[in-house]
Structure formats: C-alpha cells, structure tokens
C-alpha cells in the first residue's frame, strides 16, 4: 500500500503554512514575506527548547533528530530553482508592463548586473578581511560565491515588501524589474565560481561567451513560447484551459530553457512579459481578471510553502554565538556593498547622476531584500567536497542575512520612504519615531517629493513645500527674496522623465 510518505511531507507543511501564515496575520501583522519565516524560526526554536526540556522523559519525548533528518532530506534548490520559481515569475511578468521596461530598462539592467557583480566582489573582500582577523580565514572565492549568491534580490521578497509601502511607481518598477531580472546573473556568476573552485579552468572570454549565449537562447525561447501561447488563447476557452495554457508557458518555457543550457528565469520572464502585454488584444477584460487572480492565489500558497521551508531551516543549523555574530556582520556588510555598488554602478553613467528623483538610490538600494534563491543556491552545493568544510559557515551567514534583510530592510522600508516622500501620517513618537528621525538623516538634500494623482488618474510627483527652495529669507530675516533660477531647478526636480 505504500508509506505515504509525499503524503505526510505534505500534510506536514500544510499545516505548518497555515499556523505560521495565521499567527502572522492576526498577531505581528508582518508582510508575509517577513513574517513567515520569523514565526516558522520561533516555532523550531520553541519545538528544540522543548525537545531539550523533554529529554529523558518516559512519558512525551520529541526525536529531534528524526526531524532535522527529514528537513534535510528536502531538496531545498529542486523545490525552489528548478520547481515552482518559474511559476513565480512569470506570474510577476504576466503584470508587468513592457512600456515600464522600455522606459526603464538602462537603471533596471545596470542594478541587475553591474551592481550584481560588484555588491559581490565588496561583500566578498570585506568577509574574507573579517574572517581572517578572527582566525578562521576562508579562500576568497568560496566567500565571493557567497556573495554572488546573496547579491540577487528576491522577486517574492520584493514583492511583499512594496503591497506593504505607498511607493512611486518609478521606484516600484525599478525593484521589481531587478528582482525579475538579476537572478540570472546571479546564477551564472554563482556557478562560474563554483565551476572555478571545482578545478575548471577560467576564461573571461568564455564565460562571457557563456553568458551571452545563455541570454540569447532564452530569449529566443521565451519568445517563441510567448507567441505559440497567444496563438493558443485565439478562440474561445473555458476558464482551466486558459489558466493551464499560462502555467504551461511557465513550466514549459523554464524546462526548454534548461535542456538547452540557457537562462530559465529569462526565458519564462520574456514568455511573461509577451503574453501579458497583448493578451488584452484576445482575451476578455474580466477572462484576465480571474487568470490574474488565480496566479495571485497560487503566488501566495507558493510563498507560505517557501518561507515556512526556510524558517525549517533552522533544524540543520548549529547556531553557536560566533555563528550568530558573523551572520550579523555578513548582513551588515552585504547591504553596505550594496549601497557601494549602485552608487559606484550609476557613477559610471553621470546623466543619471544629474537627472534622478532625491533618494532613488538610497531606496532602491535599502529595498533589496534577499529570500529563498540565495539560501537555495547555498543549500543546493554546501556540501560538495570543496566546501563542506565551510558548509556551516556558508549556511549560516546565508540563513541570518536572509532573515535580517526581511526584517531590518523589509519593516524599515516605510520609514526610509518618509524620509523621501511626505507622509503626515508618519510616525512622531517612541521608538518608531526614534527610527523614523534617524532615517530622515539618509535626505541630505533636505527636501521631499508628494505622490499624487492629476485628474486623469495619472501619477504625479511635485515638491512637497515649495516655497522653502524657490523663496529663501534675506540676510536681515525678515523679507522674502523669490529667486527664478530656483523655479527652474525645481522644474527639473519635478520632471517626470527623472531616474
């Protein structure tokens, strides 16, 4: 009859899911993408404390062991990379509109490679100093391969972030569309590395041989399944065969994509962004609704499975103080090489420099918050012979970072939104408004925008109090002198074509 093994795996998880999703709902009020994983670490803890509480009672014992064993018999990279992010993808690429790429594709491709890379190189030159003052150096490259693993933002965790903020469409875009497309750069930098620790020769031309090769394909993959999918929505359907034709624009093009060596995220990204961008031209405004909403349900039981796993993580961790320290150091140095590496990234390009909103890149650098791929990447090749002596090392850094950058970046995001953009609801008092003053430190140009709406629905953003740039108090402070060249530069300020 069989163990029903997959069946109780499941029941297991399920339940979980929904006690963590819960308690997160009615009691912290957490987004899910932060909360989640908060209570499923808390629940592991409780659950050891108990365990150890319990030892040696003849009555109720808890086999710890028996379920660490289990949790580490889940193929964490198999569930997440090679399993359901396909699904997760192009449901954010069915919404996402190509005219925003079009517009900001130059910002969106520079934070997705070249601050990629270099947020990387920072993170791992800073840990390898850190771990070589506290005797227990690490090879630079197994630290730049954490770093490459951690550099890619989260497109669940983004996502959860910015439901939670009244953020500018700009911004919204911006972190999105790098969430969407820096994970494959981050894989490929991730397993040129790991090819390179392994005793692979390295080429610079080859990996970039290697790279473009893998765009192009995708491309064209994620292409011609976008189109052979429109073609298949000509017609009349039923409501199943709509929504099992877009899951297999999700799956299929993510599978041609790794038969063929090419990018899988690219590929189901573009499929998505095709088929979303003119479906509207076959389908039935509310056919796209209950589509969107399906895929919107499915986002959600996907993020409760995967940021219950990760807080399940916990089970596999020896967290010793040392640990706990410098995960909290590699988080700390990982936001601050991210910082470094998009404003060292956009530097290059000074148009930007000159014609950009006050605090874009302070925002876009703070919102990047990490999740599942960088731990699943890390799960997926921590023991491998090469690095199973820092497997614990790795995993660690990996899991405190994961779970700071929900925390810290994800709950401060609001604040440091007010610190840019007017809110008078903000907080004023206790800690939060402690918080929230030291965050409007980040504004060194001391002024704020207003996000609106014309009378056409459209976005809108002006100068919050005006008066205070264009009309300044003469020397004796008493008259006002009204200056034109401020006008000008508040025009400027206001332009909507800003990065």
């Not at 509480?53 to 889940?74: P, S, Y």
């Not at 409501?239 to 690219?266: D, K, N, Q, R, W």
Request: charged residues 15%; neutral net charge.
């Amino acid at each position: 009859m069989g163990n029903y093994f997959f069946l109780q795996i499941l029941t297991v998880i399920f339940a979980l899911s929904i006690a963590t999703t819960i308690f997160n709902k009615r009691i912290l009020g957490f987004p899910q993408a932060i909360g989640v994983p908060i209570v499923s670490a808390i629940l592991v803890f409780i659950l050891q404390w108990g365990a150890s509480l319990l030892h040696g009672n003849q009555f109720v014992t808890v086999n710890i062991h028996n379920i660490e064993e289990a949790v580490r018999k889940i193929d964490f990279y198999d569930f997440l990379v090679n399993g359901v992010i396909c699904f997760i993808l192009t449901s954010s690429a069915l919404k996402f509109k190509v005219s925003d790429l079009r517009l900001y594709w130059k910002p969106i491709g520079i934070l997705a490679t070249i601050a990629l890379v270099l947020c990387a190189v920072f993170f791992g030159g800073i840990l390898y100093g850190f771990q070589y003052l506290i005797g227990n150096p690490v090879p630079i490259l197994i630290l730049l391969l954490l770093g490459s693993a951690l550099g890619a933002t989260d497109p669940i965790g983004v996502k959860g972030v910015l439901s939670s903020v009244r953020a500018p469409h700009h911004l919204i875009v911006k972190l999105e569309g790098e969430s969407l497309f820096n994970d494959a750069v981050c894989i490929a930098v991730f397993m040129t590395l790991l090819n390179v620790l392994e005793g692979e020769h390295f080429s610079l031309l080859s990996t970039l041989q290697n790279l473009l090769y893998e765009i192009v394909v995708a491309v064209i993959i994620g292409w011609a399944f976008g189109l052979a999918i429109l073609r298949l929505l000509r017609g009349k359907h039923e409501m199943e065969s709509l929504i099992l034709t877009t899951a297999l624009l999700a799956c299929g093009s993510y599978l041609v994509a790794l038969f063929a060596h090419a990018s899988a995220p690219i590929a189901c990204v573009i499929g998505g962004l095709i088929v979303g961008n003119k479906w509207k031209e076959i389908l039935e405004q509310r056919e796209i609704q209950e589509v969107n909403h399906f895929w919107h349900t499915v986002e959600g039981i996907i993020n409760s499975f995967l940021f219950t796993l990760i807080g399940l993580e916990m089970f596999i961790l020896d967290l010793s103080s040392s640990l706990i320290l410098g995960g909290i150091f590699a988080f700390i140095t990982l936001h601050l090489s991210r910082f470094a590496a998009n404003f060292l990234s956009f530097a290059f390009f000074p148009r930007f420099k000159h014609k950009s909103y006050n605090g874009s890149l302070v925002i876009l650098s703070w919102g990047g918050v990490r999740g599942g791929i960088s731990l699943a990447l890390i799960l997926a090749v921590a023991n491998i012979p090469e690095l199973r002596p820092y497997s614990s090392i790795l995993i660690g850094y990996t899991f405190i970072s994961v779970l700071l950058s929900g925390v810290v970046c994800g709950l401060g995001l609001p604040a440091v939104m007010n610190a840019f953009y007017y809110n008078p609801h903000e907080e004023k008092k206790g800690f939060k408004g402690w918080y929230q003053r030291l965050c409007h430190r980040l504004n060194k140009k001391g002024f704020k925008y207003i996000v609106g709406e014309d009378m056409y629905g459209n976005e809108t953003i002006t100068i919050y109090n005006p008066e205070a740039i264009v009309d300044q108090k003469s020397e004796d402070g008493v008259a006002t002198v009204h200056r034109p060249d401020k006008a000008d530069e508040l025009k400027r300020l206001e332009n909507p074509e800003n990065f």
